[in-house]
């Protein structure tokens, strides 16, 4: 069965590891939107692997990997993702890894007004600073550099010019910033395009013609973080839910029926924008560290929070998700109360519709009994203990979806199926 898997909360609920242990059996895994300002972290057999960009199945060397056409693609970060994978003996080639033709390019041009803009930003966004805004804007008003501009010296030269003449022109007048080199960047870009260049194939063609495989849509951030249905403006600049997979892999033709949606049994965010259920203090400190609760792009400390099922149960309902997956339990398991946000409250009243702003509503709490022990050797939902399988079934009930999967640590063989 095809499935499409995004996160339900603000990025960061651990998807990378729930795609390792589901692309098992997938034969084909697609990312279709974001680019590196997404990160993951999979341990195998006590080997850490980064990913930013190529879908963690490439772990598994009989997958099939591929970069869809509504991802943007920083060239460097691509290049040293894949010599890192194959210095620790991953295989990445033509046959197990490909990229469209279609995506757009991330140049320094991109990265450095995304830091610009954001200094000189009124309200500020806490961006990733990885120039993915500003490649989107690029692909919007038409004059972005595509992956099949990119490997086509001639036509990238072209290209790279007039956008570079016209971002020269911003970053002196707006920013007292002088600027690029248009043959610094081409140099150094054209030899990166060199070493991407076998790898960009004709998603669509490729995968109709394989469309009987088994496909699994991989999404990055999260819900909450989508262009139009997230915490607008502190969201990031694609479309993160489900039905964007088909249209950020242009693979309608592949039927989806399994939409999985990845939650944290509490909540994080990184960057700016409200957080209802957001804490401070000691609750901080200890889903932080028990947590290790740093982002995996930028280092940057997670904003740490009780889990929102009001959230959770719109994301639900956008995503079509008909399976959930609950990670990071573990974390929960020394904690003697836990609580759960049900409803909001502004200004003293029970909200009774689902608020486009989220600024200023105070959650209204269930409080749970924790659990004493830890639920890490947990391999069936039955090894729990009886609180945590409460908090789960609550969850469940509440959202009105079964979870499928539970990860209690952050090792491969750290998941417990129900
Ligand atoms: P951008 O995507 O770099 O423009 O950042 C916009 C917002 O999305 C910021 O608040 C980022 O912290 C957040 N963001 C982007 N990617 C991720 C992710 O993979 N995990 C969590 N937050 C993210």
């Known amino acids: 069965m095809n499935a ?47 990913f930013h960009l190529i879908p963690s199945g490439i772990l598994r060397e009989e997958k099939i990997c591929a970069i869809g056409n509504g991802v943007v693609v920083d060239p460097k970060v691509l290049i ?44 500020k966004i806490g961006t990733t600073k990885r120039g993915i805004g500003p490649c989107y804007v690029d692909k919007v008003t038409r004059c972005g550099i595509r992956m099949i501009d990119f490997i086509d010296s001639k036509s990238f030269a072209e290209k790279l010019k007039d956008n570079i003449i016209n971002q020269n022109y911003i970053f002196r007048k ?80 592949i039927p989806v029926s399994k939409y999985i949606g990845v939650a944290k049994a509490y909540t994080t965010r990184v960057g700016e924008g409200p957080f209802p259920t957001e804490l401070n203090g000691k609750y901080l400190d200890y889903f932080r560290n028990k947590g290790v609760e740093f982002g995996a792009t930028t280092g940057r400390p997670r904003r740490c929070g009780w889990l929102d099922l009001v959230l959770l149960r719109r994301a639900v309902i956008l995503n079509n998700i008909t399976e959930l997956v609950i990670t990071k339990l573990d974390v929960l398991d020394g904690l003697k ?6 409803g909001y409250k502004r200004s003293g009243k029970v909200l009774t519709e689902f608020p486009y702003d989220l600024s200023g509503i105070k959650p209204v709490y269930k409080e749970f009994d ?39 640590g952050e090792k491969r063989e750290s998941v417990l199926k129900k």
């Open 4 to 50: 499409v898997l995004v996160g339900l909360q603000w990025g960061d609920e651990g998807k990378g590891k729930v795609i390792d242990y589901l692309c098992q059996k997938h034969d084909v895994i697609v990312r279709f939107q974001g680019g590196n300002n997404a990160g993951h972290t999979v341990v195998v057999q006590g080997k850490k692997f980064v």
């Open 80 to 123: 040293e993702e894949i010599t890192a994978l194959k210095s620790q003996g991953i295989k990445i080639t033509p046959e197990n890894f490909k990229v469209s033709p279609l995506c757009h390019v991330i140049f320094p041009y991109h990265k450095m007004i995304d830091t610009l803009r954001e200094k000189k930003r009124l309200h």
């Open 370 to 408: 924790g659990w004493s022990g830890s639920v890490c050797q947990a391999r069936k939902f039955s090894d729990l203990p009886k609180n945590a399988r409460s908090y789960v079934e609550f969850i469940e009930s509440f959202l009105g979806v079964k979870a499928k999967f539970i990860s209690v």
């Open 337 to 342: 109360k836990i609580k759960v946000c049900l």
């Open 174 to 253: 707006v920013y007292g910033f002088k600027g690029f080199s248009f043959e610094e960047v081409y140099a150094e870009y054209n030899a990166l395009a060199k070493k991407i260049k076998p790898y960009v194939c004709d998603l669509v063609d490729y995968f109709y013609k394989s469309r009987d495989k088994k496909f699994l849509f991989e999404g990055a951030q999260g819900t909450f973080l989508d262009i139009d249905f997230g915490t607008y403006p502190f969201v990031t600049s694609s479309s993160v839910i489900t039905s964007n997979a088909c249209l950020g892999s242009g693979l309608s033709f």
